[in-house]
């Protein structure tokens, strides 16, 4: 039972060049979520999924885009990497536990745009 | 806006010292909240949650709720050098259904 994987673990991109960052979970989980986190200013949601089929825009949606392709994958696609996107990026899970729900984050990905 | 607000320190105490993080919040609909706990380098990690005022305790943590003050905290006992990290607060619900995360605090524990 790995959790939640991503892939790659580190990358650079130079401004302009477009990647997609991969995740995955095991654990049969509905949701699942993107955040990035940068020095100072805490975890942001970047997109969401509530379910499979479905995907909605968080707190910084610029500049990205998500494919849920089935209930295990969730993606997030740099189109046009800017040095701004420069950052970690978490994928996360979650599932209802009683009256709330838990999130289980991958290992994140360190992102550098030059 | 949801916003939860942190102290982002560096708090330090003495190993053994009871360790005090708190966390405010604007939303009053807010109906989970949640400690998680990040090391340098690594992801966040659940520590605990809570929905229902006042304690909850989980081996050395305990979490407190105060719905009425928007206050939720988290106190560590018998603190660790292995417990420095940062901590991090999430807000679950309220008007919208996503997990606000405040921007944590950074606690060191000497040896």
């Known amino acids: 039972n790995a959790g939640v994987t991503q892939t790659p673990k580190f990358q650079v991109l130079k401004t302009g060049q477009s990647m997609t960052l991969q995740c995955a979970q095991d654990m049969n989980h509905n949701s699942m979520y993107w955040y990035r986190q940068d020095p100072g200013m805490g975890l942001r949601l970047i997109y969401y999924?509530?379910?499979?089929?479905?995907?909605d825009k968080g707190e910084v949606p610029n500049g990205y885009n998500v494919s849920r392709l089935n209930k295990r994958e969730f993606s997030l696609r740099l189109e046009s990497a800017a040095p701004s996107q420069t950052s970690v990026y978490f994928c996360a899970s979650s599932a209802p536990r009683g009256r709330v729900n838990e999130q289980f984050f991958g290992p994140g990905t360190r992102l550098t745009v030059l | 806006q949801k916003e939860v607000e942190q102290n982002s320190g560096p708090l330090s105490v003495p190993e053994g010292a009871i360790a005090s993080l708190n966390c405010t919040y604007s939303?009053?609909?807010?109906?989970?909240f949640f400690w998680y706990r990040q090391y340098s380098g690594k992801s966040p990690e659940l520590i605990m949650f809570?929905?229902?005022?006042g304690d909850k305790e989980d081996g050395r943590f305990t979490a407190q709720l105060n719905k009425a003050s928007q206050y939720v905290s988290l106190l560590i006992r018998d603190s660790q050098p292995s417990d420095s990290a940062t901590y991090l607060c999430?807000?679950?619900?309220?008007?919208?259904?996503?997990?606000?995360f405040g921007k944590g605090t950074l606690l060191t524990v000497n040896p």
């Open positions: 939303d009053r609909g807010s109906q989970s």
């Open positions: 999924s509530a379910s499979e089929g479905t995907t």
């Open positions: 809570i929905y229902s005022n």
């Open positions: 999430a807000v679950f619900g309220g008007s919208n259904y996503k997990l606000t």
